[in-house]
């Protein structure tokens, strides 16, 4: 076993693993977050996606080792203390973006990096670059209609 120490929505925290556990699995198992969830397992659905130092990422196939020293965001880190949502989490459920919620904590996670990237950059995306760019995020149930017009409606704000 190894231990790997980083900063979990905010708070610094440490683990013993096995050197080969990915990120998912020590979120889940070590930790209790269960948000990201393990749909596909081979980095092709999107539902593990969590934020490593501002990146979305697949944890599904991220060594645990490799957020040793880094900062890692969840979807449970974006509901404040006192319950309020973040803004991504409130444009989705205003926008109907969210049905049986499986795919929903990837989603929301990816839409969160790509925001805070474009509002850093002082861009506005198109439609076809936020279909881009969430196109990593595969879900079977909404249409993907109300997840872009979520989206849209962030960068137009
Ligand atoms: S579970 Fe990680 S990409 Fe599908
Ligand atoms: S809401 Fe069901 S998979 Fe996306």
Known sequence: MQQVSFILNGD????WV???EMLLDVLRKNF?????KEGCGMG???ACTVIVDGLSIDSCLFPVMEVDGRRVETV???TSSGGVMHPVQQAFLEHGASQCGFCTPGMVMSAKAFIDDQQQSGEKATEEVIKHE???NLCR???YYQIIEAVKSLIDE
């Open 141 to 143: 149930c909404t249409g």
């Open 76 to 78: 449970e880190g974006l």
């Open 134 to 136: 969430m196109a990593g």
């Open 32 to 36: 209790g977050l269960t948000g990201a």
């Open 12 to 15: 610094h925290v440490e683990a």
């Open 44 to 46: 092709e659905c999107g």
């Open 18 to 20: 096995a050197g080969h």
